[in-house]
């Protein structure tokens, strides 16, 4: 069975502090790690996955394979970055979700 | 390119009622993914179908959900009889692949269902 473990339901931090948004997994094969990412009034997006290592809106995401997790990271958090994150898993044809952390960014 | 969409954007029920919500997914997409998203909660996955083949439907609740998928385009999901615990929104998600390890996830907006 494929499992994905958000531990947080909330993170606050100050505007200009470093983000880490956690993301545990299990699965018995390689799998595919992507976090998608909801803004209030809007659909639920992609915003990075780690097959393709790139820095989106100043996050990145390092998929750790002995840890079994693909924490969300940014160094200097922006009041636009407040929002719900998923950490989801893409398996062999199918996809699960994490419950979801809400990052409030405080000014 | 055209989004996900879906309708109705809201429905007020009460329960024992029916509902069907409706989906239109990116075109060419061969993937069409349902989930129910209660308050506070993660997506979870209702339904997955492949073209018009159904992939994944273990975790929908058969004897009142009910989904399909016409000709390997747009999708429908009712709900008869309507309980409380359905409340939730209802997001449809489309992929471009149609094997092996998914890509992308697109989603709709989704349909906020209350049931009174």
């Known amino acids: 069975a494929q499992r994905v473990t958000q531990p947080e339901k909330l993170l606050s931090v100050f505007k200009g502090a470093p983000v880490e948004l956690k993301c545990n997994y299990s699965?018995?094969?390689?799998?595919?790690l992507f976090w998608y990412v909801q803004y209030s009034r809007q659909r639920l997006q992609l915003l990075l996955r780690h097959i393709s290592r790139e820095s989106i809106k100043g996050f990145t995401a390092d998929l750790n394979k002995g840890e079994t997790s693909f924490h969300l990271k940014k160094p200097f958090a922006q009041e636009e970055d407040s929002a719900m994150y998923y950490c989801?898993?893409?398996?062999?044809?199918?996809?699960?979700f994490g419950t979801g952390t809400k990052l409030q960014v405080i000014p | 390119e055209a989004g996900v969409a879906q309708s109705p954007r809201y429905k007020i029920i009460e329960k024992r009622q029916s509902v069907a919500f409706w989906c239109n997914p990116i075109s060419g997409h061969a993937t069409l993914y349902w989930y129910q998203q209660i308050l506070g909660q993660g997506p979870k996955l209702l339904i997955q179908?492949?073209?018009?083949?159904?992939?994944?439907d273990s975790q929908l609740p058969k004897d009142r959900f009910s989904a399909e998928r016409l000709k390997g385009v747009d999708s429908t999901l009712k709900i008869q009889p309507a309980k409380l615990e359905d409340s939730a929104v209802y997001l449809c998600?489309?992929?471009?692949?149609?094997?092996?390890?998914?890509?992308?996830?697109?989603f709709g907006e989704g349909s906020r269902l209350t049931v009174l």
């Open positions: 989801a898993l893409h398996g062999y044809q199918k996809v699960t």
């Open positions: 998600a489309s992929s471009p692949e149609d094997r092996g390890f998914t890509g992308e996830l697109f």
């Open positions: 699965y018995s094969g390689s799998p595919e």
């Open positions: 179908f492949q073209n018009n083949g159904v992939v994944d």
